[in-house]
C-alpha cells in the first residue's frame, strides 16, 4: 500500500497512464513505455511508485542512481535508464548499474562502455543521444555525424543498439525535433525513440515516442536539498 502522504503520487500515475494512453490511441501510436524519472527524489517516493507496481526508472547520474538503487531489493525487478550525461571515467559504473544507457554520444564513449560490457560479459543495451536542436551546451552527437557513430556502436558486439533520444530545445515547439529523431530511428532500423518529457510528453508520443520521460509530473517537485 502506499502511504497516505504520498496519495498525490498514486493519482498522478494513474492519471498519467490514463492521459498516455488516450492520447497514443488518438495518434493511431503504440503505447509508449513511462519511465519515471527519480532526479533529486527521496528514497520513499521511489518506494511508493513501486509499491503502485511501476517498475521502469530513469536517473541522471550515476552516484545518485546507485544511492537509490545498488542496494535495493527491487533492483532486481525493475528496468533502470540512464538519461544523464555519462563521462567517460564513469562507463565502469554505469555498465554495472544500468540495463540501459541511453546517453550515449562520442566515440570514446562507445568504446569504453564496449569494453566493460566485454569485461563482464554483458551485452549493454543502449541508445544513441541525438543533439537534435544543435544546441552548443547540450549533449549529443551531432547529426551529421550519427551515421559514423551507429556504424562504430555495431563493430561491437557487447553493445545492443536498441534506439534514440533527444532533449528538444526549450521554449520552442518540439514537434518538427521529435519528427525528425524518428525518421531517424526509421531509417536505421531502430526499434525505440525516448523522447518527451512533462511538459512535451503528449507531442512526442504524437510523434512516435516508444519511451517518455517523466519526473515531476509523476513524483511532484523534486527535493533541492536532496543530493547525491
Known amino acids: 500500500m502506499v502511504d497516505e502522504k504520498f496519495t498525490y503520487i498514486s493519482n498522478n500515475y494513474h ?15 503504440p503505447i509508449p513505455r513511462l519511465l519515471a524519472v527519480t532526479k533529486q527524489q527521496p528514497q520513499e517516493k521511489i ?11 530513469a536517473e541522471n547520474k550515476v552516484q545518485e542512481a546507485k544511492l537509490h538503487w545498488e542496494h535495493h531489493p527491487m533492483r532486481p525487478h525493475i528496468e533502470l535508464h540512464c538519461i544523464g550525461h555519462l563521462q567517460r571515467n564513469k562507463a565502469r559504473d554505469a555498465v554495472a548499474l544500468f540495463d540501459v544507457i541511453e546517453t550515449v554520444d562520442r566515440a570514446s564513449l562507445v568504446d569504453a ?20 536542436g544543435k544546441e ?4 549529443g552527437v551531432d547529426e551529421e555525424h550519427l551515421d559514423a557513430l551507429i556504424m562504430l556502436v555495431r563493430t561491437h558486439r557487447s553493445l545492443a543498439l536498441e534506439g534514440l533520444m533527444c532533449v528538444p530545445p526549450i521554449d520552442t515547439d518540439p514537434t518538427e525535433h521529435f ?17 518527451g518529457m512533462s511538459n512535451d510528453y503528449r507531442t512526442a508520443i504524437r510523434c512516435g ?7 515531476s509530473a509523476l513524483l511532484g517537485e523534486r527535493d533541492k ?3 547525491a
Not at 552548443?136 to 549533449?139: A, F, L, V
Open 179 to 195: 519528427i525528425r529523431l524518428h525518421n531517424y530511428a526509421t531509417h536505421y532500423a531502430l526499434p525505440y525513440c525516448s523522447m
Open 15 to 29: 492519471a498519467l497512464q490514463c492521459e498516455i494512453a488516450t492520447v497514443a490511441q488518438e495518434a493511431q501510436r
Open 113 to 132: 562502455i564496449a569494453q566493460e560490457a566485454t569485461r563482464r560479459g554483458k551485452h549493454q543495451r543502449i541508445m544513441i543521444q541525438v543533439n537534435i
Open 136 to 139: 552548443p551546451q547540450k549533449s
Open 47 to 57: 518506494d511508493a511508485l513501486l509499491a503502485l507496481g511501476h517498475r521502469f526508472f
Open 209 to 215: 515516442a516508444t519511451h517518455v520521460r517523466i519526473g
Open 225 to 227: 536539498l536532496y543530493s
